[in-house]
């Protein structure tokens, strides 16, 4: 009978040391935990019993070794789920499942921006300059608190290499650039020329024929790049600044600027290396956030004078 007695008990000690492994912790909302680089399961279970995530470190350390697996714990930050049982935790500790978080860089955005919003992440670490520009490709890119600036920076311009690995050789015969920087300049290009996505092959098509043309492109953006890197202007440009002469403004040079002025989305590197089968060489706003098109200079000055008067009727001018 005692023999009976003493199996019961401890049948149901070991019933109970089960449940506190396999049952709920004492997490009643989810919550954040941070592992920082370096840190021992037993310097994580007397954290998890000081933030009463568990009620006792021993417990905890002596079921993990008994039930738990033997791989390491990894660094990082956790959210751990209301009612995670002990090992839940413990897996995912091992498993390294922690919380991402998540940095836009949109179609178009110049590397001084790009810059700005890396360093204005507070989650993340280190120093980086000021990347090339067009060297990122414009996308969410994902991340961990207390990566390095730098680590997610390259995953950026990893992106973009890959994506003209990519995009490079399914190139349309006989377009207006014979090489991948030349592309990427004219994208970049086309990406601050319209913000209508249905029109960026079009645009493409008539920056693509004024350069085969050798004519000036007299893209608006390119007088900006060298003022501003890329930021906004924030009022009209000057007759002066039409007229100066440097490596990017294309009203006074022929040919393309000698490097990207924003960072260019796929869309608009795909619009390059397959534009638009147009004569337009001409285009200006048309009042809708478009442009009309246009391909003489007359047909044209019919559509400036069309704008100029919706300008007047806006009190724009």
Not at 32 to 58: H, Q
Not at 102 to 109: A, D, K
Not at 173 to 178: K, L, R, Y
Request: aromatic share 8%.
């Amino acid at each position: 009978m005692l023999g009976a007695v003493a199996a019961l008990v401890i049948a149901a000690a070991a019933v109970w040391f089960a449940s506190g492994w396999f049952g709920s912790a004492q997490i009643e909302e989810d919550t954040p935990f941070i592992v920082p680089s370096g840190s021992t399961l037993t310097s994580v279970a007397n954290r998890m019993e000081d933030e009463g995530v568990v009620a006792s470190a021993d417990a905890f350390l002596l079921r993990a070794k008994i039930f738990g697996g033997g791989a390491p714990i990894q660094a990082g930050e956790f959210l751990l789920p209301a009612n995670a049982s002990q090992s839940q935790i413990l897996d995912m500790f091992q498993s390294g499942d922690v919380i991402r978080r998540f940095v836009t860089i949109p179609e178009g955005m110049p590397s001084i921006l790009v810059w700005e919003r890396l360093m204005a992440q507070e989650h993340l670490t280190g120093e980086i300059p000021v990347p090339q520009e067009g060297s990122v490709l414009p996308d969410t890119y994902d991340f961990e608190r207390g990566e390095e600036r730098a680590a997610v920076l390259a995953r950026m311009q990893a992106a973009m290499q890959n994506y003209l690995a990519e995009a490079w050789p399914r190139r349309k015969e006989g377009i207006a650039v014979d090489n991948v920087k030349d592309a990427l300049i004219l994208a970049s290009i086309v990406e601050k020329e319209t913000g209508v996505p249905e029109e960026r092959r079009m645009v493409a098509g008539l920056y693509s024929n004024r350069l085969k043309d050798g004519m000036l492109l007299q893209a608006d953006p390119t007088i900006i790049y060298p003022i501003t890197k890329g930021k906004p202007l924030g009022r009209r440009i000057r007759q002066s600044e039409i007229a100066a002469v440097n490596d990017y403004n294309t009203y006074s040079m022929v040919g393309l600027p000698k490097g990207p002025i924003t960072n260019p989305g796929r869309e608009s590197i795909a619009a390059v290396l397959d534009p638009e089968a147009t004569e337009a060489r001409y285009m200006v706003a048309d009042g809708t956030g478009g442009h009309a098109f246009a391909e003489t200079l007359a047909e044209h000055n019919t559509n400036v004078e069309k704008w100029f008067a919706l300008r007047r009727e806006r009190g724009e001018m």
